[in-house]
């Protein structure tokens, strides 16, 4: 069984190798394959690491964009090691209950990721064409 301090250690590690292969995922996935792009990012549609777990996440980069329905930049995190995800005005600090929010003019709602971190998707997701 793996503690707590070993699992952030791990996510850690993990979250440097993507973003040192230039993709960052906003969970942990084991067997995680930055120089596989072959899934898209349902906003941007740029090519992103591939989770079967999750075959609709947002990318990172378009996470960084999140707003309330007043505009205020959203971050988000891990309530702690027993779970949960927690909501903050990025420019107060301040924690806030949403049910969604938005990038862009798509409504998203986040959830906790079952290796930890979180994960952004569309409320309605779309069926691209592409």
């Not at 707003?67 to 090691?81: C, I, K, M, P, Q």
């Not at 806030?96 to 906790?112: N, R, S």
Request: glycine letters at 10%; charged letters at 15%; hydrophobic letters at 35%.
């Amino acid at each position: 069984m793996l503690n707590g301090n070993t699992l952030q250690l791990l996510y850690n590690q993990a979250e440097e190798k993507i973003q040192g292969e230039g993709q960052m995922l906003t969970f942990l996935q084991p067997g995680a394959n930055a120089s596989d792009t072959s899934q898209t990012c349902p906003l941007c549609c740029s090519g992103q690491p591939a989770s079967e777990r999750y075959p609709d996440y947002v990318c990172a980069a378009c996470v960084a964009h999140a707003v309330d329905e007043y505009g205020n930049a959203l971050t988000f995190r891990n309530s702690g090691f027993s779970g949960g995800i927690d909501v903050w005005r990025t420019a107060t600090n301040e924690k806030t209950e949403l049910d969604h929010f938005l990038i862009g003019t798509t409504k998203c709602v986040v959830h906790e990721a079952r290796f930890g971190g979180f994960v952004v998707q569309a409320a309605n997701p779309q069926v691209r064409t592409e």
